[in-house]
Nanobody
Framework: QVQLVESGGGLVQAGGSLRLSCAAS????????MGWFRQAVGKEREFVAG????????YYADSVKGRFTISRDNAQNTRYLQMDSLKPEDTAVYYC????????????????WGQGTQVTVSS
């Protein structure tokens, strides 16, 4: 079992930055690939960014590429999502999730989820 807790959400003006954190406990977190997803009101949950547990390679949704950066600190069992140049359309609840797969972009590929943290970007 893996428990995930997100933090770092909040209200920010367009063009600003936020850093989300995902702290993990339970099984060896370093053997799980990590993903960040988001869900806006009235929309389906969508993939944002991922990092492979084995290679550390990162991958992003086209909508955030060049603005968001996913990273990890295995010693602290924490994953991060640095969000820069935020736009109003980035407003959503952001979730971190873990999968034993090498990578994944679908919600169906992830076994463990955090409770989510709200990010609101004002125009």
């Amino acid at each position: 079992q893996v428990q995930l807790v997100e933090s770092g959400g909040g209200l920010v003006q367009a063009g600003g930055s936020l850093r989300l954190s995902c702290a993990a406990s339970g099984r060896t977190f370093s053997s799980y690939s990590m993903g960040w997803f988001r869900q806006a009101v009235g929309k389906e949950r969508e993939f944002v960014a991922g990092i492979s547990w084995k290679t550390g390679s990162t991958y992003y949704a086209d909508s955030v590429k060049g603005r968001f950066t996913i990273s990890r600190d295995n010693a602290q069992n924490t994953r991060y999502l640095q969000m820069d140049s935020l736009k109003p359309e980035d407003t959503a609840v952001y979730y971190c999730a873990a999968t034993p797969l090498l990578s994944g972009r679908s919600v169906l590929e992830y076994s463990y989820w955090g409770q989510g943290t709200q990010v609101t970007v004002s125009s």
